[in-house]
């Protein structure tokens, strides 16, 4: 499946963007801004839970539960689904293609290494990088808010100041957050993504968490008045996968300039002079049943990044080819005990949830 960027996502995000009185960058989903402007709520809340998909919802969840009757729609996420991609689609209103942010790590030549831009730090070798996301920097949501003195407050993972991986914490300061009534209010929480990526999101495990955030979910749309609404979405799914490693395939690794980049499952390869054949061949030699192999200008005339005006440094992240899983392997370029991946092209990973309170019509 590859996303077609004319609903999902980016809509949504582009219908909060109006509702504010903010630019919009893409068309806006009807269905969410008839519900904003119906209620004007005096507070707006978005919950975007990390890895919370549709289809994963449908595989634990019964009909009764908060998040499956307040599931308004599935819709697609951005392409890679993945977090650094799609969480800075939804707060910018722009495709990864637009944002230059495609993947967990992207190969910046100036430092030679693949930055992990969520933490300014090199995968493979583990440098500091200082506010080397900065030079991907765009304009996000609360940014434009502020500059129309539109109050708004966020509250993230442990990683940010004040933040928290503990669920029930993490409800409780979205409540704190509503007694302040700011315009808007974004909560991200990453710990479900995490709980699958350890046990799979096959798991019992993962199916105890997402009972758990169901629940306290549930509770927190009862809490709520009527000039309160939230929404409810996620940047990706997951599936099982299967782990495969670069390491076991020297004859792959002596085509490339440097380790690759993006995702195990959306990976950017950089080939050396002459060796592009042999690599072609060589990939497909192996994989040619679990990656589709997409040249760069294939790639980009596919628009599988998305659409809008390319960000300077696009071309450059998605290097001389693009691997894209279809089965269940993901290939690491280092040794990880991952038991759920995402960031290819199958539904359950592409397909996210619109999850509304009070429900907006169907």
Known sequence: MLVKYDRGLLQVSNAIFKYFGLDTYHEVDVQVSNWLNEHEFETLIVLLIDGMGSRIIKEHLKANNFLMKNMIKEMPSVFPPTTTAATTS?????????????????????????????????????????????????????????????????????????????????????????????????????????????????????????????????????????????????????????AKYLNDYPDILACLKHKPSIEARCISFDIKEGMHEIFENTFRKYFNDDFALLSHDEAIRMNIFGIGKAHERFEEFIGDYIAIGCTNVALYAKLRKDKGDHAGSKEKEIMIPLISYPVMKR
């Open 90 to 242: 939804f707060l910018t209103g722009k495709s990864p293609k637009e944002t230059g942010w495609l993947g967990w790590s992207q190969y910046f030549k100036e430092v030679d290494d693949n930055v992990v831009l969520f933490r300014n730090r090199g995968l493979y070798s583990g440098k500091n990088y200082p506010n080397f996301n900065d030079r991907l920097k765009n304009k996000n949501l609360m940014e434009y808010l502020a500059d129309k003195n539109i109050s708004y407050k966020t509250i993230y993972p442990s990683w940010d100041k004040d933040g928290t991986d503990d669920l029930d914490e993490f409800v409780l300061k979205i409540k704190k957050a509503i007694e302040d009534k700011p315009a808007f209010i974004y909560g991200y929480y990453d710990q479900f993504d995490a709980c699958m990526h350890d046990n799979g999101p096959s798991s019992l495990k993962s199916k105890e968490m997402l009972q758990s955030i169901d629940e306290k979910l549930e509770k927190l749309s009862l809490s709520l008045t009527k000039k309160q609404g939230l929404l409810i979405i996620a940047d990706h799914g997951q599936i099982d996968i299967e």
